[in-house]
């Protein structure tokens, strides 16, 4: 019971990066990001590359990893989603064809994946020793990458909460517009928000790679949960993704343990049923007025 | 109704009546691509009967297509062939409503989102319930042949479109368009936005159920990853979008040319068709917006205009 609890918590950890990257691209730069699966998997991918044909961590990988998924996306936004965004007269047509862009990338991203590197399973031995907590057992790897997401989601927060740059994200994430009057650059920081996004979501995917097997084609799960995530925390509060990402893990880990380790989507999907039935703005969220 | 109303109805009933005439070819490669065009047909109009006006993007035409195949599965050797269908449009309707009641009265994302992944998830949910009674996969085995599908998928066909056309000329596809123009203003005349959007959703659910229950003959040996495919979703998506959902025979325009290119790009490029796919939704939003139709509309413009 407590070794599923904990087992949950640490999967839970991880949920929270990946959501936190989609969040940011959602609640700052207002693109609902369908191909965010896939860039988790370019860094898991890339972190395998490293570590079976580098001998390189993906502890330090993900030093490298993040900045060129930071560029990566920067020039996503820049090339791709900028035309969608100027063409678009209302919120309801920018998020309509950032949509079926995002959606269109995504496949793009599948496909040159397989292409490239085989429709074959990805997997490498990291860290993958027993360690002991609580008087149960768990895979150090484990341990270890929910270290990682705690030490950068806190990063992640204080800076959101801290630095000039940061408010500047949360303005914007609250009202664009009023955010211009008060002399923000929203363009600027729209195409930062959605490049640190894909990069946090990157860094999500190297660090899930050392214990979760992973091929081109799983990205679009973890879109879905990561979406489920931002809805339950309430979009651009870091805080609610957080406790929603610990509250999929622990479900997720309950119906496998309990019920069919086949029904984990189904878990993901009741307590999204539940959040849209009860709580639509999200756990923290205020009602609209 | 108008003259113009007349001559529609007839150039359609001329078109529905040509179509019907395939199978006297006797060719098997036609027919099987007539059955596919069909198919899409009914499944892409009535998607756009939804998503046109309302500009919600449904990706759940899996989910209700699996559904419909299912209630012919399971139903099969117990009951008669003619009472299935009109209880996969029954089960359809209600899981759309459920679906609908569930994110329609929130804002379009949610929609999207749950959609998204519908098709996914009950599929782990039949195959849970497979394994739980032990069996894996149904056989449809019946004498209905290839040419009996075509005909009732252009049946279905023309029942959807006379509904869009009724549906287009009613209080409720009046409201659905102001809702697609602007949902506040819709709401603050007085329209129960959320109710149209339901009772439309269903529509377009029970269609997708019921096609699916036609064509599951065709498949014979019924399993959950074979029903539930959430690849059909996204055909439906591009091919209703490239012809244009604003018109009700927009996606008419689109699916047959992309049924024929996609025969070849299947056969030819079997390992790219994902990348392809995704090409083509590019494609859509940056180059066709507005699908066929709006570059007809638009090229009919020009004309006028010199």
């Not at chain 1, 691209?25 to 044909?53: D, H, K, P």
């Not at chain 1, 509060?237 to 479900?251: C, E, K, N, S, Y």
């Not at chain 2, 014979?220 to 025979?249: D, K, N």
């Amino acid at each position: 019971m407590i070794d599923v609890l904990i087992t949950g918590l640490l999967l839970g950890g991880t949920y929270a990066l990946i959501a936190m990257g989609l969040n940011l691209q959602y609640g700052v730069a207002r693109i609902m990001n369908l191909a965010n699966g896939e860039m988790l998997v370019v860094g898991g991918f890339s972190a395998f590359w490293m570590y079976t044909g580098g001998q390189i961590s993906p502890l330090l990988a993900i030093f490298l990893i993040a900045p060129l998924a930071f560029v990566l996306n920067w020039l996503i936004y820049r090339i791709m989603l900028v035309p969608l965004v100027k063409r678009a007269k209302t919120r309801g047509q920018l998020e309509v064809d950032s949509i079926l862009a995002t959606f269109g990338l995504s496949f793009v991203m599948v496909g040159l994946m397989t292409w490239a590197f085989g429709g074959n399973y990805f997997k490498y031995s990291f860290l993958a020793r027993p360690i002991e907590l609580v008087g149960y057992t768990y895979g150090l790897n484990r341990v270890v990458a929910f270290c990682c997401a705690v030490v950068i989601c806190g990063l992640l927060y204080l800076w959101l909460n801290r630095s000039r740059m940061g408010v500047a994200f949360r303005a914007v994430a609250v009202n664009p517009d009023s955010a211009r009057l008060v002399g923000i650059d929203v363009k600027h920081l729209s195409a930062i928000a959605f490049a640190l996004g894909g990069a946090v979501t990157a860094v999500g995917g190297a660090v899930i790679s050392t214990y979760l097997t992973l091929d081109a084609s799983t990205g679009i799960v973890f879109t879905m949960k990561a979406l489920i995530i931002v809805i339950m925390g309430g979009v651009g509060d870091v805080r609610g993704t957080i406790i929603a990402a610990l509250l999929l893990g622990v479900a997720e880990t309950f119906v496998a343990s309990y019920i069919d380790p086949g029904l984990t989507l189904a878990a993901a999907y009741a307590m999204f049923i539940l959040i849209l039935l009860f709580r639509p703005q999200g756990l923290f969220g205020k009602k609209p007025t | 109704m108008s003259a113009q109303d007349w001559k529609h109805l007839t150039f359609g009933a001329v078109l529905l009546v040509l179509a019907a005439l395939l199978p006297l070819t006797d060719n098997g490669y036609l027919m099987s691509i007539g059955v596919t065009i069909a198919m899409y047909v009914v499944l892409c109009t009535s998607w756009a009967l939804f998503s046109g006006p309302t500009h919600y993007i449904s990706l759940a035409t899996a989910a209700f297509f699996g559904i419909g195949t299912y209630v012919t599965a399971l139903g099969i050797d117990t009951l008669p062939y003619w009472t299935l269908l009109p209880i996969a449009a029954v089960v359809g309707a209600v899981v759309a409503g459920l679906v609908g009641l569930a994110t329609l009265r929130l804002s379009g994302v949610y929609f999207v989102i749950f959609t998204l992944g519908l098709a996914e998830m009950v599929r782990q949910v039949v195959t849970w319930w497979q394994n739980q009674t032990g069996q894996h996969g149904s056989y449809v085995l019946t004498d209905i042949m290839e040419q009996h599908i075509y005909w009732q998928l252009l049946g279905l066909a023309a029942l959807v479109y006379l509904a869009g056309w009724a549906i287009g000329r009613s209080r409720l596809g009046f409201a659905l368009r102001i809702i697609g123009d602007d949902e506040q203003v819709a709401a603050h005349s007085g329209i129960n936005t959320a109710r149209a959007k339901v009772a439309l959703f269903m529509v377009s659910g029970l269609v997708a159920s019921v096609t699916g229950a036609i064509l599951a003959p065709r498949y014979v040996y019924i399993e959950p990853s074979l029903a539930f495919a959430p690849m059909l979703s996204f055909q439906v998506v591009i091919m209703a979008l490239l012809g244009g959902p604003g018109r009700l025979w927009g996606p008419l325009v689109g699916v047959i040319p992309f049924t024929l290119l996609w025969e070849v790009i299947a056969s030819n490029f079997p390992n790219q068709t994902v990348l392809l796919l995704g090409v083509s939704f590019l494609v859509i939003v940056y180059v066709l917006p507005d699908g066929f139709v709006g570059l007809i509309e638009k090229l009919r413009k020009q004309r006028v205009d010199t």
